[in-house]
T-cell receptor, first 110, second 113 residues
Framework: EDQVTQSPEALRLQEGESSSLNCSYT??????LFWYRQDPGKGPEFLFT???AGEEKEKERLKATLTKKESFLHITAPKPEDSATYLC???????????FGTGTSLTVIP | NAGVMQNPRHLVRRRGQEARLRCSPM?????VYWYRQLPEEGLKFMVY????????ESGMPKERFSAEFPKEGPSILRIQQVVRGDSAAYFC???????????FGSGTRLTVV
C-alpha cells in the first residue's frame, strides 16, 4: 500500500538554527515526490517536485533531497516567516492522486 | 490567471442538512481532485474527475457523498444528511492532463452543528 510518514510531528527552532524534516515513503512506482507548505486556514502551497533518487532542489532557505526510501527538507538559517506546516506527498505512476503525510508543524522563534 | 477557486470558504450546516462545495479549476486544467483534511490528520484523497467522468472514487465514503464535474460549470462535492464527523476542511486541486501543474485551492471549511 502506498503511504507516507513524516517526522517529527512538530519542531521548534530558534531563528537561524538549521534543521531537517524527514519524509519516508513506500509507493508502487514513484512518479514524483512533492513538498508543500501549508499556513493555517489556507491550502497547500507548492514548493518542490523530485522525480528520482539523488535529485536535489533549492529555493531560498529550503533544500529538498530524495533517496529511494525517503526525502529530506533542509531548512538553513530559518526565519519566523518560515513557520508553517510542511507536507510531503507522493504520486504513483498509476493514477494522478497524491498520498500525503500528516505534516511537520514548524515554529521558528525570533 | 486565477488559481483554483473554491466556495464557500466557510460553510455551517446543521446535522441532517445537505452541504454543497464548489470548485472551479485553473484555466487550462481539465482534471479535478477532492481531498479531505480532518483535524490532526493529513489530506486524504476522495475522488478524481474529468469533465463528465468520475475516474477514481476509491477514497469517497460509500454513502451520502457524491461528486460531479459537469460539461459546464464548477465541480461539485455534495454531502447529504451531514453528521458531526463530516466537519473538516475540503480541498480541491486541479491539473492538466497527465497530472502536471497540480494546484490546490484554499479549501472549504465545513462545520456541522
Amino acid at each position: 500500500e502506498d503511504q507516507v510518514t513524516q517526522s517529527p510531528e512538530a519542531l521548534r527552532l530558534q531563528e537561524g538554527e538549521s534543521s531537517s524534516l524527514n519524509c519516508s515513503y513506500t509507493v508502487s512506482g514513484l512518479r514524483g515526490l512533492f513538498w508543500y507548505r501549508q499556513d493555517p486556514g489556507k491550502g497547500p502551497e507548492f514548493l518542490f517536485t523530485l522525480y528520482s533518487a539523488g535529485e536535489e532542489k533549492e529555493k531560498e532557505r529550503l533544500k529538498a533531497t530524495l533517496t529511494k526510501k525517503e526525502s529530506f527538507l533542509h531548512i538553513t538559517a530559518p526565519k519566523p516567516e518560515d513557520s508553517a506546516t510542511y507536507l510531503c506527498a507522493v504520486q504513483a505512476r498509476t493514477g494522478n492522486q497524491f498520498y500525503f503525510g500528516t505534516g511537520t508543524s514548524l515554529t521558528v522563534i525570533p | 490567471n486565477a488559481g483554483v477557486m473554491q466556495n464557500p470558504r466557510h460553510l455551517v450546516r446543521r446535522r441532517g442538512q445537505e452541504a454543497r462545495l464548489r470548485c472551479s479549476p485553473m484555466k487550462g486544467h481539465s482534471h479535478v481532485y477532492w481531498y479531505r483534511q480532518l483535524p490532526e490528520e493529513g489530506l486524504k484523497f476522495m475522488v478524481y474527475l474529468q469533465k463528465e467522468n468520475i475516474i477514481d472514487e476509491s477514497g469517497m465514503p460509500k454513502e451520502r457523498f457524491s461528486a460531479e464535474f459537469p460539461k459546464e460549470g464548477p465541480s461539485i462535492l455534495r454531502i447529504q444528511q451531514v453528521v458531526r464527523g463530516d466537519s473538516a476542511a475540503y480541498f480541491c486541486a486541479s491539473s492538466r492532463q497527465g497530472g502536471q501543474d497540480y494546484t490546490f485551492g484554499s479549501g472549504t471549511r465545513l462545520t456541522v452543528v
